[in-house]
C-alpha cells in the first residue's frame, strides 16, 4: 500500500467491537445456558476464528452484520470438535479455549498460523497441567499444534510471573470446571474482561488487589453483551488528531475499562488536548466518547504498572512519541516481543527507516521525537497492529511510503484503512 502524508484529520469516528470482549462473549456465550446476544461485535478475523472452534464443537452461532446470537450448549454440552480446531493468528482464541478444552470429556487438536505456531504456550500448559490437565505441544517446543486430553480438573492457587490477561483467564476458564476454588494472583493487574463477563452470566468470582478468584459453577446463564469499541483500534485515531495540524477527531462508544486505559494517561502525560465523556446505562462495560485534537506534545516515562493497561497501544505510542519534544521511555515491556510479532524490534526497524531517533532496549524502546519522519519501504509483518501504527507515521511523513502486507488489518480492524481515508483531508 502506498501512503501519503495528510494535511488534517477532522470527524468523527466508530471504531469496531473490542477484541477481547467479543472473544469472551462467544466462550461464555458457547457455555451459558440459552441465548446469548452479543452487539457490536468485532467481525475480525480473530474472532471469526473463535466463532468457527465453537461452531465446530456444535455450537450454533448465528451473525447478522455486528450482532451475534449463540445458542448456548450449557457448561457439559461441547461435542468432540470435527477436525483440527484452527485458530488463525489469534492468541486470545488459543489461550482462552486451552483453558476450556483441559476441562472436557474428549480430546481436541488446535493449530494455526504461521506467527500462532510461535508463540509461547508453556504460559498456559503450565498452570493448566497443575490443575490436572494433559496438554501436549506436538513439535515439543512449547506451541502450537497442541493436544489436549480433557480430564477432570483441580483448584489451584497460581502466582503467573507474568501479567496476562490471556493466561488469567485460561486459567479462570478452567476454575469453572475444577472441583475446588481456583486462584491466580499476578504481578501487575491485567485486563479484566474475563471477571466481569463471568459475573455477568452467574459465576462466582470476586478480585482483590492482583488476585481473583473463581469458584466451580454448575450452570452459566446467558446475557446480553454490548461491546464497546475497541480501545486498542480509537488509539490510532487518538494518535493521528495529536499529531497532525488543524486536526479534531471524535471517537464514539469507545470502552474505558480502567485495566484498559493506560493511552489516555499517556496522552495527559504528554500534554496532549482530548476530552472523555463517559456513557451513563451501559451493560458489563464501561465507555465513552473520546475528542482528540492536535496537540503539543512532551515525552514522557511509560513502565511499571501502567504497561497491562496499554501493551497492545505501545506500536502506536511509538509513533506518538517521534513527535513529541524530548525523550520518550518505554521499560517493562518485554512482552512485546512474543506478539503477533516481535513489535520492538520491528516498530524500530520501521521507525528507524523513516528517520526517527528510536533504539530498542531489552524491556522497551527510547524515541527521542521532533525529528521530522519521511517516507521509505516499511514492513507490517503480517501483525495487524504494526500495520496501522505504520500507517499513521506515514500519513505524517514526507513523501511516499510502502507498508507491505497491509492488509492484515483484518485481524482487528478489517475497514481500518476506509475509516482513516474518510477523516483524512
Ligand atoms: C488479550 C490480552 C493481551 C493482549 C491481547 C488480547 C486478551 O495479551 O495483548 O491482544 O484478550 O486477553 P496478554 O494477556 O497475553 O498480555
Redesign the pocket.
Known sequence: MNITRVKSFNGTVRVPGD??IS?RGIMLGSLAKGDTEIQGFLMGADCISSIECFKRMGVGIDTYSDTVIVHGKGLHGLRPPFGVLDVGNS??TTRLMSGILAAQNFSSKIDGDASIRTRPMRRVIKPLSLMGADIESENGNGCVPLIISGRKLHGVHYNTPV?????K?AILFAGLYADGETTVTEPSC??N?TELMFKAFGADIHSEGNTVTVKPAEELTAQLVQVPGDISSAAYFMVAAAITENSEITMKNVGINPTRDGILKVLTMMGADYDVRVKEHVEIEPCADITVRSSSLTGCEIGGDII?TL??ELPVIAVLACFAKGQTVIRDAE?LKV?ESNRIDIMVENLKAMGADIEATDDGMIINGGKPLHGAEVDSYKDHRIAMSMCVAAMNADGDTTLKDAHCVKISYPHFYEDMLRLAH
Open positions: 477484541k477481547s472473544h492468541g486470545t501479567a496476562s490477561a490471556q493466561v483467564s491485567s485486563r474482561h497491562p501493551i497492545d512482552e506478539k
